[in-house]
């Protein structure tokens, strides 16, 4: 059973923006903090933003602060990730994810989607 799926992901220059979108059921964005995380090749999955239910709570990986933007929107059952300013260092596939309460550590989560592809040129 499909729980999320990732989309938004693509091929840009550096400097440029995407945003990215992960639609869920309804179940996840009733209950959860929901989270975005990233993996490059030969590197692990780091934590990027999280957002809670409410929107109230944000956090960012200082790598990306001041660039991106998590938000949600429960009625659509999706959360976004405003990506800015993009620097080749931000290529990597992106997986959205959910848990009850914050973390930014990726093995506390056990169900991830497919995730988006995300490359930048310089």
């Known amino acids: 059973q499909v729980q999320k799926v990732e989309s938004g992901g693509g091929l840009v220059q550096a400097g440029d923006s995407l945003r990215l979108s992960c639609v869920g059921t309804?179940?996840?964005?009733?209950?959860?903090?929901m989270s975005w995380f990233r993996q490059a090749p030969g590197k692990e999955r780091e934590f990027v933003a999280a957002?809670?239910?409410?929107?109230?709570?944000?956090y960012y990986a200082d790598s990306v602060k001041g660039r991106f933007t998590i938000s949600r929107d429960n009625a659509k059952n999706t959360v976004y990730l405003q990506m800015n300013s993009l620097k080749p260092e931000d290529t990597a596939i992106y997986y959205c994810?959910?848990?009850?309460?914050?973390?930014?550590?990726?093995?506390?989560?056990?169900?991830w989607g497919q995730g988006t592809q995300v490359t930048v040129s310089s």
């Open positions: 957002v809670s239910r409410s929107g109230r709570s944000i």
């Open positions: 994810a959910e848990k009850y309460g914050y973390s930014d550590y990726a093995g506390d989560y056990d169900r």
């Open positions: 309804e179940r996840i964005f009733d209950n959860y903090f």
